[in-house]
């Protein structure tokens, strides 16, 4: 059986607080051990609580603190030669993707891209968005709302620096800036998408196996996250022709 929401988090284990088990899962998924590794320690976690009579807060204290101490067995190593492979396939990807807008209409009109201050300053915003992004998604994660509320706000500056656009920078031919921007897109989508393969990697109690339906969705959802950039770059191209005609 898939473990992870609270529905089935109260089916399986009765004897621990949700939200604890919840900010557990979070914590150990965060630092990658194994799907079969977390339904061990969730199992096991059960069975001391049942037997006991204890929350999970009081036996085993914070659940941060408790993944931390269960990764130094089951997931050691520094993770921060993947996160700043993470970053650089990130910055490659908005970089992409940005060229790729560029891009969009002055390839219908065969005219020449206009970069402007406003589109610079909103593509290193979008870099130094992701690389916070990447270096503190467990905290995103954990507070969701302000998270959300960052997004919102840099929505509106973005579209503030859109609108006043700022003194032209460069002019330059579409194509070369086209066939870039889609095949940094396309590179990074491929490699997103080789790292999100383990996302089958579901969490199932000890000694069951995960349905193939449940490997599949979660390969699926991966596909397509890898593959969005290039998917909003493609309907910003196909709306950009249907609505210049």
């Not at 085993?60 to 700043?84: S, T």
């Not at 992701?130 to 270096?135: E, G, P, Q, S, T």
């Not at 997103?192 to 490997?215: L, M, Y």
Request: proline share 6%; net charge neutral.
């Amino acid at each position: 059986m898939m473990i992870g929401s609270t529905a089935s988090l109260r089916e399986n284990y009765p004897h621990v607080d949700p939200e604890w088990m919840e900010a557990l899962l979070l914590a150990l998924r965060m630092k990658e051990v194994p799907g079969s590794r977390i339904g061990d320690h969730l199992e096991q976690v059960e069975s001391h609580c049942a037997d006991s009579g204890q929350n999970a807060a009081q036996a085993f204290g914070d659940p941060r603190e408790y993944a931390a101490q269960l990764c130094v067995e089951d997931h050691p190593g520094p993770r921060r030669q993947m996160r700043r492979r993470d970053v650089l396939v990130a910055i490659g990807a908005v970089m992409g993707f940005q060229l790729a807008l560029w891009s969009d209409k002055a390839l219908l009109v065969h005219g020449a891209v206009h970069v402007r201050v406003a589109q610079i300053l909103i593509a290193l915003a979008l870099v130094a968005l992701l690389c916070a992004a990447v270096f503190s998604m467990e905290w995103i994660l954990t507070h969701l709302r302000t998270a959300v509320a960052i997004i919102v706000l840099f929505t509106a500056v973005q579209v503030g620096l859109l609108l006043w656009g700022g003194p032209l920078l460069a002019a330059a031919p579409p194509i070369p800036l086209a066939a870039l921007g889609w095949s940094l897109m396309i590179l990074c989508a491929v490699r997103w998408t080789r790292d999100f393969a383990r996302a089958d990697d579901v969490i199932v109690r000890p000694g069951r196996a995960p349905r193939p339906t449940e490997r599949v969705s979660a390969r699926l959802v991966s596909i397509m996250a890898a593959w969005m950039l290039p998917s909003f770059a493609m309907t910003d191209l196909i709306l950009t022709w249907a609505l210049g005609r």
